[in-house]
Structures are given as C-alpha cells and as structure tokens.
C-alpha cells in the first residue's frame, strides 16, 4: 500500500498505465461519438472501456469595468437541456473540426453577444472529465470589450445576455443559476489569473 501521507510528487507512474488495443464506434450522434476501447492494465488484465469521442469546447470570460468602477463579466443565460434548467454562464462553444481554439473564442464571443474583445488571452485547457470524454476544454479571459453586432445564434439556440459584477459571481458559482461544472473551472482559471493581476476582481 502506498503512503497517502507521502509529501510531493510522485513520478513512478508506468505501473498505472493500460495499454491501448481495439477501439470500436458504437454510437455516431449529433453532439458526440460512442466509442468502446479494449485497455490491458500493467498486471494483465483486461477490459473494455467507454470513451465519449466530443469536439473540443471553448468557454470566453468577457471581463471590464462598469461606468462605477466594479470589474464585471458579461454572461448569457439559457436553457440547458442535460438539466431542464436555466444556468446562467460565460459564452462557450464547439470548436469546429479544424478550427483554431482562439477564433473560435472569437467566434462564440460575437455570435452569443455580439462582442469583440482585444486582447483575448488563453487561460488554460483541461479534460472536462478524464474519466470517459477524450477532448478539452479551452478557457480565454476576454477585455476591451467592444459591442460590434447583433446576435448571430444556432437555429435551437435562445439566450439573454446580461452583465454581472464579479464579486456576485464569486460568491455565487457553484449555486442557483449558477450550477455548471465547466463555469466552476472558468472562474479557477480566472482567480488564478486575477492573483496575478488584483484588479481583475477589486
């Protein structure tokens, strides 16, 4: 047994690996893919796994600074079909097959808000969930917000967009409108930021 008491990191992790074998599509839809992969473990055994083939996912963090001084993000609202509920989130998307991450930071920002935004600037990308999806997920805080179009939405798309003060949002993530998995990772990545640069949230 391991020592979960041990301090730092621990760099022997070939013992941990399973080897990739045979990898079937199961199930080919609109949104994603279905796939079962066979995986030997380093002690032999061996079994069949579900992986959910997604594109990659952007989220946009559009940041500025109210005409009182309060930092604010501006957010859409919607609804969410996995949940039957109205979440409140920062604009995101798919990004395309082929497409840059940043263009399409760019793209999802105009089309839900009618936004441009210079600079743009990549926060981070993480797996949303390691333990089945294979894609990622970017994350780009998005200043010098500039208001250029209408919105240009999907055809099944409905969202209001709103301006929210910071300080609500850190209080409030996590909760209520608020209640979405990838948001909680946007506003990680934005504190990690905002640690950096104070200002971004005072």
């Not at 089309?111 to 210079?118: K, S």
């Amino acid at each position: 047994m391991r020592d979960p008491f041990n301090v730092g990191d621990t760099c022997d992790i070939d013992h941990l690996i399973w080897k990739s074998g045979e990898r079937k599509e199961v199930f080919k839809g609109p949104i994603f893919d279905i796939c079962t992969i066979e995986r030997t473990s380093s002690d032999g055994r061996v079994s069949r796994f579900i992986e959910v083939d997604s594109p990659d996912w952007v989220t946009v963090i559009p940041w500025y600074r109210g005409e009182d001084g309060r930092p604010m993000f501006v957010m859409v609202q919607q609804f969410r079909h996995g949940s039957s509920t109205v979440t409140r989130e920062f604009p995101a998307g798919v990004i395309e097959k082929g497409e840059e991450p940043v263009k399409a930071a760019i793209r999802e920002l105009k089309e839900e808000t009618g936004l441009d935004a210079d600079p743009i600037k990549l926060l981070g990308n993480v797996s949303p969930n390691s333990a089945f999806m294979n894609n990622r997920s970017y994350f780009y805080l998005a200043e010098g917000l500039d208001l250029v179009a209408a919105q240009n939405l999907d055809p099944n798309e409905q969202l209001d967009v709103l301006s929210v003060p910071v300080e609500e949002i850190l209080l409030s993530m996590g909760t209520g409108l608020y209640d979405n998995g990838i948001m909680m990772i946007a506003l990680g990545f934005f504190l990690r930021e905002a640690k950096l640069r104070p200002y971004l949230y005072t």
